[in-house]
């Protein structure tokens, strides 16, 4: 009972902080279409600006937002030198922004240095269920990704905005018909997802050692959360993905290590991935 | 009608398949002829360290055999080369009566091949696209290293594993220890050698010929009655057998594998390699692996991020402008050369 | 004669929409017959059912006696059956040579005869001069030929042609309709072609199947159809507006 409990707290809150990291990647594969593999990137330096933030005296929230607001323009800069000359070639749009992730990659090394990084956690303690106790800011950052998820695809389904935007990515030609800049629309979406993974990254920085790769271990798995929730489908594919992702190593994880478990849940994904290209929302 | 086609076209047939390969055999007889004779004239530790660097190099004509002349971007090849060199260092305590670095490095070549073709064909007969395949083999290259850090009773976990180096056994003709640097160098360059010589011949060869085909256009191949799937699940085989083995022999000549040599940032280091010596280019991509290989280790030494940040960059510059890498902007330049000279 | 291709009953419904209803259509081995109606008529699709590249709602395929219907597209290519497709699908940075050379390499031709095959192909298609050409520099109608090649050097012996001549001089089309009939008659393939230009069938002289909403609406020579009156209307009910 008892770890049927943990299991199940265990298993959302993992579920809401991938779902979260996986947000970012989610944008911009699911409406630009780019496979952005610079998205650890973006996770890192978002990680990595919140430190700097914090260090320099900035309370922990301004920090994060400062963060997501840088991450957000490197993604526009990335964007606009070279992304946008890509859009009709996906395959070398997955190369560049893994060469961008190698670039940033380094930058950080050298701007940060190599050492680990601790971000203070602004919420200590924990609420105690008696049986289990949830850390009270992994339990807030749950709370937090559900938010963002949830407004964002607000934003997206049910705003004229975000309707006129999805529509001009959906039907290029009906929209430079209508004389709208599409262009503008990719880059704006581009640096949302950009936005939000830095976000992410910020939000992450105190459950975690900040090392320059700490944006790969969520890297593949965000891939995997988009792919197995359905590409473009941001609100329930994210959420089902990282269910199926997160959700199921934490199960794994109990019967063997936590790394094996991993690699377990890599397996499945990629047996969803074959049967399934379109995600399991998609192919009911 | 009949039509005597030596005659009329005596060049058709054995010039039209060459793309940028003929043309690179002059350059290969060279390099391999320099590679051959360097022991003769330099000694220590570039003797030593080189043969690891020709390993790296068979592992990225294995990954331009796919990306260049299947289509198909591999992003999990050091995956292969990592289980090859634990293949090896587990075979080598096997005690089955014949050498076993033999048994290891057969074992590699199964090891390997059956992988690849086993998620090969997974992946393939469900047409899974290009883009998805470099995921699956990234996350496989993690899956390696993940393995390789959870076993630790076998594999020696995050401290690695040590291995020995091989002897080669004649039989009765006696052996052959490979302790020593000059031997073990002149027991890999020919390996090495060999392997560029046999894909050099497979991609002209009928097999490369279906392969180019599948390359530039799916949908004919597929209505011409060709399997496209079986194809790229054996050119993907023969990829990871040939990577796998490459890090047999590299874990037996280096003493030591670590999880790290399967991981994401190797991997894709190769990716890096093959897109600066060039793609469509086996020596290209032999020599890429070779020479920045190389170059990583020695720069790495005197100012290592500044040294991966131009790398990147020259990653992108080669994305950018150049896709044929230096192979490719190589092959062009009499052809550049003769138009400047057209008045 | 001897049948060659029998369906029937071919139905092909796309939720709902009926593309194709109950087609029951024979082809005698070593003739042409040509498949026309106006768009939107479903004559891609009844093409893209027997080459494997859609499968039937409904009904069977027969080829050569044999029940073709769960074959796959390759599957379908070996026992014979290959398809053009309605834009030129050719190998756009290989030569005509290495174009001719991959659907040769799919036969049981061997390899010392191979370029003896290859050239034989080019001949018939009048590409030998160009053999050394990456096809993407050829014409239009260069490229719709190759393709044609491509069907001959892999052997088909049921050829299904959509819109071979578009894009066409009216020199080219003339020399196509040739072709065709030189393809059927020297060499024994049946040809199943779909084309939009009166012009070609009326010179191809061969037996017309019209399509309309799906369905056949007619069979005979080309001077039976032409002066049906229910295709008249078919056609000039299209062509009125």
Redesign the interface.
């Known amino acids: 009972m008892e770890t049927a409990v943990s299991v199940v707290v265990d298993a959302t809150l993992i579920t809401l902080i991938l779902a979260l990291a996986a947000f970012g990647l989610a944008i911009i594969y699911g409406l630009v279409g780019v496979?952005n593999m610079g998205h650890g990137a973006f996770l890192t330096l978002g990680a990595y600006l919140t430190w700097a933030a914090t260090t320099a005296g900035v309370p922990f929230v301004p920090a994060v937002l400062l963060a997501a607001l840088g991450v957000g323009l490197v993604g526009l800069a990335l964007e606009h030198l070279?992304i946008r000359h890509f859009y009709d070639r996906?395959?070398?749009t997955?190369?560049?922004t893994?060469?961008?992730f190698?670039?940033m990659?380094?930058?950080i090394?050298?701007v940060f240095g190599t050492d680990f990084r601790n971000v203070a956690s602004p919420l200590a303690g924990a609420i105690d269920l008696g049986t289990v106790k949830i850390p009270i800011y992994r339990a807030t950052i749950a709370l937090v990704s559900l938010a963002l998820i949830g407004g964002t695809a607000f934003v997206f389904y049910r705003t004229t905005l975000g309707i006129k935007i999805r529509a001009l990515i959906q039907n290029r030609e009906v929209a430079s018909l209508l004389g709208l800049d599409i262009a503008l629309m990719y880059k704006l979406v581009f640096g949302v997802g950009a936005c939000a993974a830095g976000l992410a990254g910020g939000l992450i920085s105190p459950m975690l050692s900040v090392d320059p790769?700490i944006g790969?271990v969520f890297?593949?798995r965000s891939?995997?959360v988009v792919?197995v929730g359905g590409v473009g489908q941001l609100l329930g594919g994210t959420l089902i993905g990282s269910f199926f992702i997160g959700g199921s190593e934490t199960l794994f994880a109990l019967f063997?290590?936590q790394?094996?478990a991993?690699?377990v849940v890599?397996?499945l994904?990629?047996i969803v991935?074959?049967?399934r290209?379109a995600g399991l929302l998609r192919a009911r | 009608m009949t039509v005597d086609a030596d005659k009329r076209f005596p060049a058709a047939g054995r010039i039209t398949w060459r793309d940028i390969g003929a043309s690179e055999t002059g350059v290969a007889v060279v390099v391999l002829a320099i590679f051959a004779l360097l022991p003769m004239v330099v000694s220590g530790y570039p003797i030593y360290i080189l043969p690891q660097y020709m390993l790296f190099g068979m592992m990225a004509m294995s990954l331009g055999l796919m990306w260049g002349f299947v289509g198909i971007?591999s992003f999990g090849q050091a995956g292969f080369f990592a289980l090859g060199a634990y293949t090896m260092g587990l075979a080598m305590h096997t005690n089955w009566g014949i050498n076993p670095a033999y048994v290891g490095l057969l074992l590699s070549l199964v090891v390997g091949g059956t992988l690849a073709a086993v998620v090969g064909y997974?992946?393939f007969s469900?047409g899974?696209?290009?883009?998805?395949f470099?995921?699956?083999t990234?996350?496989l290259s993690?899956?390696v290293e993940?393995?390789a850090?959870?076993?630790s009773e076998i594999t020696g976990g995050w401290n690695g594993m040590f291995i020995d180096r091989m002897s080669l056994t004649f039989g009765p003709l006696g052996d052959v220890p490979l302790f020593d640097d000059a031997p073990a160098y002149y027991a890999v360059l020919p390996v090495v050698a060999l392997s560029y010589v046999l894909l050099r011949w497979l991609v002209s060869a009928r097999f490369g010929k279906i392969l180019a085909g599948i390359r530039e256009n799916e949908d004919r191949m597929t209505a011409l009655g060709y399997n496209i799937s079986v194809h790229k699940t054996r050119a993907f085989a023969l990829s990871g057998a040939i990577a796998c083995f490459a890090g047999a022999l590299y874990g037996t000549h280096a003493n030591f594998v670590a999880p790290s040599l399967g991981g994401?940032?190797f991997s894709?280091e190769v990716?890096?390699w093959v897109?600066i010596g060039g793609r469509h280019s086996l020596l290209g991509a032999l020599l890429g692996g070779i020479l920045v290989a190389s170059l990583s280790n020695y720069l790495s030494t005197v100012t290592p991020?500044?040294w991966?940040?131009v790398?990147?960059?020259i990653?992108?510059a080669v994305?950018?402008f150049f896709k044929g890498g230096v192979a490719g902007a190589v092959a062009q330049l009499p052809r550049l050369w003769r138009t400047g000279r057209q008045p | 004669m001897t049948e060659l291709l029998r369906t029937e009953g071919l139905a092909k419904r796309f939720a709902g929409l009926v593309a194709n209803e109950d087609i029951d259509f024979r082809l005698e081995a070593g003739t042409i017959r040509c498949v026309i109606g106006p768009n939107g008529a479903g004559k891609t699709t009844f093409i893209s059912m027997i080459s494997g590249h859609l499968s039937p709602t409904e009904g069977r395929i027969f080829y050569k006696g044999r029940d073709v219907t769960p074959l796959s597209v390759v599957k379908r290519a070996r026992v014979g059956i290959a398809r053009k497709f309605q834009t030129p699908t050719v190998f756009d940075n290989l030569t005509a040579y290495q174009n001719v050379e991959l659907a040769v390499l799919g036969t049981s031709c061997p390899s010392h005869k191979r370029r003896q095959r290859i050239f034989e192909v080019l001949d018939l298609i009048r590409l030998s001069e160009l053999w050394d050409m990456p096809v993407q520099f050829l014409s239009h109608g260069q490229r719709q030929w190759l393709e044609v090649g491509l069907l001959i050097g892999v052997e088909a012996e049921l050829l299904l042609l959509d819109e071979p001549t578009a894009g066409m001089t009216a020199e080219e089309t003339g020399s196509t309709a040739k072709l065709v009939q030189r393809l059927a008659r020297d060499y024994r393939l049946s040809v199943i072609i779909i084309e939009h230009d009166i012009n070609f069938i009326r010179d191809l002289r061969a037996p017309v199947t019209v399509l309309h909403l799906g369905r056949v609406l007619r069979e005979g020579s080309f001077d039976e159809v032409a002066a049906d009156e229910q295709v008249r209307e078919v056609y000039l009910g299209q062509d009125a507006g």
């Open positions: 496979i070279i996906p395959f070398d997955l190369l560049l893994w060469a961008f190698l670039v990659t380094e930058i090394k050298i790769y790969n890297l593949v891939f995997f792919i063997s290590k790394v094996f991993q690699t890599f397996l994904a990629i991935l074959r049967f290209p | 971007l997974f992946l469900a899974v696209r290009a883009t998805y470099v995921l699956v990234l996350a993690i899956m993940q393995v850090v959870s076993q994401v940032l894709t990716v890096v897109a991020e500044y991966q940040l790398l990147g960059l990653f992108i994305i950018v």
